[in-house]
């Protein structure tokens, strides 16, 4: 079918997977701060978890696979990405902040202004992960294992992308153009300014969403969407 992304074989995963954590330990290298890779042991035990029960699931199977490839994904990807924020590149890019001074207030006040729209957008953006759950749940128990491999692997370079990116646009740069700190993102602005400035460990408990630029969230909502075209859902 023309709305079929290219075949990949299940070991896509693997090969991502792979090239994460080696993107990751060289980062943690590089930056020097202590990490202290034994406490990966714990958060670890679900996406193996998952993996060790996809051969069992039956029909499910595809799903419990993507499942646990994306949570081990999610393990090891704050760890690159607080590594990443340690470097000392400029918290802003003057062109970003120019743009956010120039288009940001006026579509911050227009949907502040319309309080229903406020209230979806703000939903939408606080269930970006049900949402992604709801996608692999849909493209397993529809068999469809091709697109619930083509979305997993574009998820995750996706986020690969904006790992780089970040390199060259911090995220205190979207937010340093007079608009209103949006919240929780006094945690990250906390964050960033800690791993600048000699920190003693590189991350404890659960990581902060450090990047803004580019936003996981835009990303999400492609891939989302991707996701369904061709199914008769778009």
């Not at 202590?34 to 996406?47: M, N, Q, T, V, W």
């Not at 209230?119 to 469809?144: E, G």
């Amino acid at each position: 079918m023309g709305n079929e992304p290219p075949k990949l074989e299940r070991t896509a995963y693997a090969r991502i997977l792979a090239i994460t954590a080696m993107f990751m330990v060289a980062l943690v290298s590089m930056c020097g701060v202590p990490f202290d890779y034994s406490s990966l042991a714990r958060p670890a035990l679900i996406p193996l978890g998952c993996l060790f029960l996809a051969p069992f699931a039956g029909r499910m199977s595809e799903g419990l696979l993507a499942l646990g490839a994306m949570l081990a994904f999610a393990t090891i990807y704050p760890i690159a990405m607080y590594a990443d924020a340690t470097f000392g590149v400029p918290y802003a890019d003057p062109v970003l902040t120019k743009l956010d001074c120039g288009i940001g207030p006026a579509v911050y006040h227009l949907v502040k202004w319309w309080p229903p729209v406020d209230a979806v957008l703000t939903t939408i953006y606080n269930t970006v992960f049900v949402q992604t759950l709801a996608v692999v749940l849909f493209l397993a128990a529809t068999k469809r294992p091709n697109r619930l491999r083509a979305f997993v692997v574009r998820l995750m370079l996706g986020c690969l992308i904006t790992l780089v990116l970040f390199c060259f646009f911090p995220a205190e740069g979207t937010v340093t153009g007079g608009l209103p700190v949006p919240a929780g993102y006094d945690e990250i602005l906390s964050e960033l300014a800690r791993l600048r400035s000699s920190p003693t460990y590189l991350v404890r408990g659960v990581p902060a969403g450090l990047i803004t630029f580019p936003s996981f969230h835009t990303i999400w909502a492609v891939m989302l969407t991707a996701a369904f075209y061709g199914t008769g859902v778009f």
